[in-house]
């Protein structure tokens, strides 16, 4: 069995609205210093064995996690025994 | 500058159910072996100054990044030269 942990966010040249949001909402909170907030997905998915592991998480971020037009990926996998 | 990765999960008891579709998916596309699949949020956040980083990072997630009632969070901070 094994971990994986997926992160998925916005290409650098792609607008996030809800980052900024975020943002503007920290800034009427008080908190000066913040320079920028991005807002990406986190995805943790098991699996039932290792094997191939890399190939089929990259597949499927490809057809269905992510968008690869406007979006990027990351992942990283652990072994859990 | 510093810059910090934010990773928000829903409470283990917590129900996903947008982790709960993706699931029925990559099934549905033939991806065996997906034993669960969960959602959170990542968001990367860039702060003018790493002094008391920590703890301003603590309050923002308590007060509006996350929902302690429903979520856990955890981040790192990594220093920007």
Do not use: F, H
């Not at 650098?12 to 908190?31: C, T």
């Not at 290792?50 to 998480?57: D, F, L, S, T």
């Not at 490809?62 to 968008?67: T, Y």
Request: proline residues 2%; aromatic residues 6%; negative net charge.
């Amino acid at each position: 069995m094994c971990k994986v942990n997926i992160y998925i966010t916005l290409k650098e040249a792609v607008l996030d609205p809800q980052g900024k949001a975020i943002s503007q909402s920290l800034k009427d909170l008080d908190y000066d210093g913040v320079n920028d907030v991005r807002v990406g997905k986190y995805m943790q998915v098991e699996l039932e064995n290792r094997e191939n592991a890399e190939q089929k998480i990259e597949e499927m971020c490809r057809r269905l996690l992510a968008n690869p037009v406007i979006e990027d990926y990351t992942y990283t996998i652990e072994e859990v025994v």
